[in-house]
């Protein structure tokens, strides 16, 4: 059966969009209506968010310009990585320690949610247990372990390290100096994860609005959200765009800077050859600064992903630039054929931490997960719903956290932004 990216329109043509399970297009807002709470976003943190608020008997609208989860929820790498892009010694040392152990409580949450949901909604996005982290040098691997120590402290138990003997275990490739698994890391097909969590929104009364982007939002004690053709009065409204959020907020929007990421399939390898690539069923990222990640699908292909772009452009050449990089992994694969290649832009915020917090009382924003937000979306969006329902606790303690502008502003955040990842890739080049 050939699988169709058009089949499923206004998606990008990615092997996620072809395979999903629903391919339903959900009509568009038309006319005035109303709601407890009105979610901008149908991405991972805005149906996260709106499942929350669901379960807990609120009504709930939730707003999306395109389709759900069209931007970085349905085009990422599937992995469930575990914490945030910093870590939490980093965070400790820049905001106190304090901060880190409250931050540290919540750092596996986003990996429990999704397979609590997964389970309790019976969602079909081929869940898999368990990822590799890969080591090029010596350094590498003592950060690695550095890391598995302080992970620890915090109270994650499922890391081991990997001596460069074992490697094979978890991937066919002569790269590696050595690495680290992490038993409570893992898989899934993004889009069908996405997809599956708003359908239980819906059974629990929820409703969606596909192709109703938001051009006004007007605060309030009761404010109101308008799209081109009708307008949505809730109680409170939660802006979850991330980097497809266009300029609407220009307080949130110039706080955050669109990174795009390129990902690409191979056609259906023989099982023989992807099980000997991967033998466990990992998924796998190393440990340089500009990132390779990959993975096996439920169909038997390869699934790869690196390379970067700020700013959010698009490279001209998907295929060219993460083909060569997964020859330098899999150089068995040099005849293969690649049968999907696309790229989807995340937020990014100078600090590398999530930004929360509230516009007025009644208005509350999460963006920014900075390349970790697969796990990082789903507790956020739990912690917004917890928010509107008067638990704030854990809301207060993430926007607490101080969030700062791009140096440059938007002529500039760009090229110096540029400029820091080519130091840091230089440095992993050199092994420094």
């Known amino acids: 059966m050939v699988l169709r990216a058009s089949d499923n329109p206004r998606h990008v043509n990615s092997w996620y969009a072809a395979s999903a399970k629903d391919k339903k297009v959900r009509p568009a807002l038309d006319g005035e209506t109303s709601a407890d709470v009105c979610v901008i976003g149908a991405g991972f943190t805005g149906i996260s968010a709106a499942l929350e608020l669901a379960e807990r008997g609120y009504s709930v609208v939730v707003l999306e310009a395109e389709r759900i989860g069209f931007g970085a929820s349905g085009r990422n790498g599937g992995q469930i990585v575990n914490g945030y892009s910093r870590d939490l010694e980093t965070i400790a040392g820049r905001y106190g ?46 950060e690695m372990e550095a890391q598995k120590n302080h992970w620890e402290r915090h109270g994650h138990t499922g ?161 060219g630039i993460i083909r060569p990089n997964m020859l330098k992994t899999f150089p068995q694969l040099k005849d293969v054929h690649i049968d999907y290649a696309w790229s989807g832009n995340f937020a990014l915020t100078l600090t590398r931490i999530p930004h929360m917090g509230r516009l007025s009382d009644k208005v509350y924003f999460s963006h920014g997960d900075s390349g970790h937000g697969v796990t990082t979306t789903h507790l956020l969006g739990k912690i917004l719903g917890e928010a509107v329902a008067g638990h704030a606790e854990r809301f207060d303690v993430w926007a607490s956290l101080p969030n700062l502008p791009f140096p440059g502003g938007k002529t500039f955040r760009v090229p110096l932004t540029v400029f820091g990842a080519w130091w840091y890739g230089l440095r992993d080049r050199l092994g420094l």
């Open 97 to 142: 320690r304090e901060k880190a152990v409250e931050l540290g409580k919540m750092s596996l949450e986003g990996g429990e949610i999704i397979r609590a949901r997964v389970a309790r909604y019976a969602i079909d996005c081929d869940l898999v247990h368990g990822g590799f982290f890969a080591a090029f040098t010596d350094k590498q691997i003592r």
């Open 159 to 319: 890391l081991e390290m990997v001596a460069k003997r074992d490697i094979g275990k978890y991937v066919k490739t002569d790269r590696y100096a050595g690495g680290m698994i992490d038993m409570l890391g893992g898989h899934i097909h993004p889009l069908n994860l996405v997809l599956g969590e708003a359908a239980a929104v819906e059974n629990l009364g929820g409703r969606i609005f596909e192709g109703s982007r938001v051009v006004g939002l007007e605060l309030g004690e009761r404010p109101a959200v308008r799209t081109a053709k009708g307008s949505v009065k809730a109680s409170y409204v939660l802006v979850c765009g991330n980097a497809y959020l266009a300029p609407l907020l220009p307080e949130i929007h110039g706080r955050m800077m669109p990174v795009s990421s390129q990902v690409m399939t191979t056609e259906p390898l023989d099982q023989a050859l992807i099980e000997s690539l991967l033998p466990s069923n990992y998924c796998v990222e190393d440990a340089n600064y500009i990132l390779d990640y990959y993975r096996r699908t439920s169909d038997n292909r390869l699934l790869y992903g690196g390379g970067i772009g700020y700013g959010g452009h698009d490279p001209k050449d998907l295929t």
